[in-house]
């Protein structure tokens, strides 16, 4: 099963426009992190935030989390064909040892 | 310095066979873990090793079985294969055994195909 849902399950935007999406998740966590997969590919990681975080940036990417909502937000700013996508956030709340549980992912088409 | 390596990329098999999939971690990496991801059920956790020993495990059946190598090597294998386990087959490893903090880089993935 599935720790939580994102939202929307399939985002279409223009170039140039920002793409926001959402997770959320059911229990407590110790971190939260966004990849990125490519049709067919394997998962590349973009940030981590701390359940102790509010905020991170990397480049054209902003994560906040709010742990009292339970939910995360993904922003990607001036998007690019290049960020045609699916995005997953992923939790892990383990006392020791790494297990991620998934959203469902949100897919994005960046059309140029 | 080289990411997550599996092997192989692609492969089909007969119900009923076996399989055995590799991953060699980032070095230094000591915890690998591995994942299921199918169009129906998203990525799953099927089980992670930590310095040979199985940490923590998903809810598959025990046909679905791992180990770690002293090298941090990691197979898994699925025996009595069924035409539900055609999935992708991802591994994924981290610098340490914990969770704070720890960012888990995942390698390209093995494509299964059984039928």
């Known amino acids: 099963s599935q720790q939580g849902e994102e939202d929307p399950q399939a985002l279409s935007i223009q170039e140039g426009e920002n793409a926001t999406m959402n997770c959320s998740y059911k229990?407590?966590?110790?971190?939260l992190q966004w990849y990125r997969q490519n049709s067919g590919r394997g998962l590349v990681h973009l940030i981590l935030?701390?359940?102790?975080?509010r905020e991170k940036h990397s480049g054209r990417l902003r994560v906040t989390l709010d742990t009292s909502k339970k939910s995360s937000s993904l922003l990607i700013t001036a998007s690019r064909a290049a960020d045609t996508a699916s995005y997953f956030c992923?939790?892990?709340?383990?006392?020791?040892?790494?297990?991620?549980?998934f959203g469902g992912g949100t897919r994005v088409l960046v059309k140029p | 310095k080289a990411g997550v390596t599996q092997t192989p990329r692609y492969l089909i098999k007969t119900r009923g066979q076996q399989v055995t999939l590799s991953c060699s971690p980032i070095?230094?990496?000591?915890?690998v873990s591995w994942y299921q991801q199918t169009p129906g059920q998203g990525l799953q956790f099927l089980f992670e090793?930590?310095?040979?020993?199985?940490?923590n495990k998903g809810n598959f059946p025990g046909r679905f079985s791992g180990r770690q190598f002293s090298n941090s090597r990691s197979e898994m294998n699925v025996s009595t294969l069924e035409l539900g386990d055609s999935a992708l087959y991802l591994c994924?490893?981290?610098?340490?055994?914990?969770?704070?903090?720890?960012?888990?880089?995942f390698g390209e993935g093995s494509w299964l195909t059984v039928v």
């Open positions: 994924a490893s981290s610098l340490v055994g914990q969770g704070r903090g720890n960012t888990i880089y």
């Open positions: 935030i701390r359940s102790n975080e």
């Open positions: 070095s230094g990496h000591r915890s």
């Open positions: 229990t407590s966590i110790n971190n």
């Open positions: 090793y930590f310095s040979e020993t199985q940490r």
């Open positions: 992923a939790t892990d709340a383990g006392a020791a040892g790494n297990k991620l549980t």
